[in-house]
Structure formats: C-alpha cells, structure tokens
C-alpha cells in the first residue's frame, strides 16, 4: 500500500512538474531555465532522476528508473510574458523551500497565476501604442501629426492582430494581416495629404510585431547548446519577420500597380 501511495505521489510531482514547465514554456520562457524549474521542484521532493525534454511547443517529464512514468504536454498558444514568467520563478521557490506545501495546492495556485495578468488588454494597447509612436519620431518623424497618427495605427493593428490570432490561431497569419493594414494606413494618409510619406509611420506601427525577444531568447538557447529549441526559435522569429516584410510589401505593391507614388 505504501508503495502505491509513493508511486501516486511520484505522478502528483511530475503533472506539477510538467504544468510549471508547460505555462514558462508558453510565456516564452527560454529552455534552460524551464529545465532548471523542473528538475529542482522534482529534486525538493525527493526525485532526482528525471529527464526533460523540451521542443519550442513541447515538453515531455519522464523519470529514469524502472516504472518509467512520462508526461507530456503539447503548447497550443505561446506569447512572450516576462512578468508571468517571473511570477512562475517565484512560485518555483516558494515550493522548493516549502516542503509542507501539498501538490494540490501548489497546483491549484498555478492555474491562479496562468489566469492572472497585471494589465488589461486596453493598457497592453496604449503603452504599446506610445512606445510604438515614440520609435517613429525617433527615426525622423519629428513632429506631433506623425506622434498621433502612429498611435492611432499601433492601436488599430494591435486590435487587429489579437482579434485575427482568436479566430485562427496562427500568429504568423495575424502578422501578415496587421502588418497589410498597416501598410494601407501609411499609404492612405499620404494619399489623404496628412503625411508626407508613410515610412516612419510604418516603421513605428510595425515595432510590436517584430519578434525581438524572441530571436534573444533563441541566441541564449544556442548558446546554452539547446541547439533543438534554439534553432526552432530563430526559424520561428525569422518566419515572422518575414510576414512583416511581405504585409507591408503587399500593401505597397497594390498601391504602385494602382498608379501610386512612393
């Protein structure tokens, strides 16, 4: 009977392990640190012989010895949340040094924090939004028109993407599809005569989309010889980029078959 206890507590401790692996992993968390979190909250409970293996939307929890216990969990969504990624570090802690604290309740407290989220969608939206028009006058668009009007077209192509990612589920689709609108927001108000050009609108709009963070955490992973996770990242960040640039060349490419000037 004590055995069968152990070996329940044994699953109990791995599905804690992979759920904690699962939401960094989504967050954008980088590999050697997801596999540092789990091992040691397998560790403070008495399970040292665990692997991890890990794929940009993949973990997989095994234990080495002879029961051979593995579990697995396959990342739909993925986004990069540095601040839930620090709170799932401090939970990780909290545990490791809490030896009373039952797995129930530690799981319990990680779905908490996977709803949990500081900000709003709204406020996501205007900081953006300002810090997206704070890039275009630093790259020339000095004046107070450019400002606002890159406000406006961070916040309507920001809506657009979240509201595109819902429907399919694919960030790159969502990118192509805000980035097109944002080229077209360029080139209308240019067309309109408010703008002179539209390429520090588009070059401010377009700051959100680029997938900076992501290609960082890529280099890290390659560095820390995570050569699988890493080598996925830089493909993933690259293909978005590469959306980016098709989208706004998309949208100037119909504007010059039209009889437009750029």
Same mark, same amino acid.
Not at 52 to 63: E, L, R, W, Y
């Given at each position: 009977?004590?055995?069968?206890?152990?070996?329940? %507590?044994?699953?109990?401790?791995?599905?804690?392990?992979?759920?904690?692996?699962?939401?960094?992993?989504?967050?954008?968390?980088?590999? %050697?640190?997801?596999?540092?979190?789990?091992?040691?909250?397998?560790?403070?409970?008495?399970?040292? !012989?665990?692997?991890?293996?890990?794929? $940009?939307?993949?973990?997989?929890?095994?234990?080495?010895?002879?029961?051979?216990?593995?579990?697995?969990?396959?990342?739909?969504?993925?986004?990069?949340?540095?601040?839930?990624?620090?709170?799932?570090?401090?939970?990780?802690?909290?545990?490791?040094?809490? #030896?009373?604290?039952?797995?129930?309740?530690?799981?319990?407290?990680?779905?908490?924090?996977?709803?949990?989220?500081? !900000?709003?969608?709204?406020?996501?939206? #205007? =900081?953006?939004?300002?810090?997206?028009?704070?890039?275009?006058?630093?790259?020339?668009?000095?004046?107070?028109?450019?400002?606002?009007?890159?406000?406006?077209?961070?916040?309507?192509?920001?809506?657009?993407?979240?509201?595109?990612?819902?429907?399919?589920?694919?960030?790159?689709?969502?990118?192509?599809?805000?980035?097109?609108?944002?080229?077209?927001?360029?080139?209308?108000?240019?067309?309109?005569? #408010?703008?002179?050009? $539209?390429?520090?609108? #588009?070059?401010?709009?377009?700051?959100?989309?680029?997938?900076?963070? $992501?290609?960082?955490?890529?280099?890290?992973?390659?560095?820390?010889?995570?050569?699988?996770?890493?080598?996925?990242?830089?493909?993933?960040?690259?293909?978005?980029?590469?959306?980016?640039?098709?989208?706004?060349?998309?949208?100037?490419?119909? %504007?010059?078959? =039209?009889?437009?000037?750029?």
């Amino acid at each position: 009977m004590a055995e069968s206890i152990n070996y329940k %507590y044994k699953k109990d401790v791995l599905r804690l392990a992979t759920f904690i692996g699962q939401l960094m992993l989504s967050n954008g968390a980088e590999t %050697y640190r997801v596999d540092d979190t789990v091992k040691r909250i397998c560790k403070s409970r008495g399970f040292s !012989h665990i692997n991890v293996f890990m794929a $940009p939307n993949t973990i997989i929890v095994s234990d080495d010895r002879f029961d051979g216990y593995t579990f697995m969990k396959v990342i739909e969504n993925r986004c990069i949340n540095l601040n839930k990624i620090d709170l799932l570090n401090e939970f990780s802690r909290k545990f490791v040094n809490d #030896i009373d604290m039952s797995i129930d309740d530690a799981i319990a407290e990680l779905k908490n924090l996977e709803d949990k989220s500081p !900000h709003t969608q709204s406020e996501i939206n #205007i =900081w953006t939004a300002i810090g997206s028009s704070s890039f275009a006058v630093l790259v020339g668009g000095d004046n107070v028109i450019t400002f606002m009007l890159t406000l406006i077209t961070s916040v309507i192509a920001m809506i657009t993407y979240n509201k595109v990612k819902k429907i399919t589920n694919i960030p790159v689709f969502a990118t192509l599809v805000s980035s097109i609108i944002i080229g077209f927001c360029g080139i209308g108000l240019v067309e309109l005569g #408010i703008l002179d050009t $539209p390429k520090m609108l #588009i070059v401010g709009s377009i700051m959100p989309l680029l997938p900076g963070v $992501p290609f960082i955490k890529a280099i890290r992973d390659l560095v820390s010889g995570e050569l699988m996770s890493g080598v996925g990242r830089v493909i993933d960040a690259g293909v978005i980029a590469t959306a980016i640039a098709v989208g706004v060349g998309m949208s100037m490419n119909i %504007y010059v078959k =039209w009889g437009g000037l750029l």
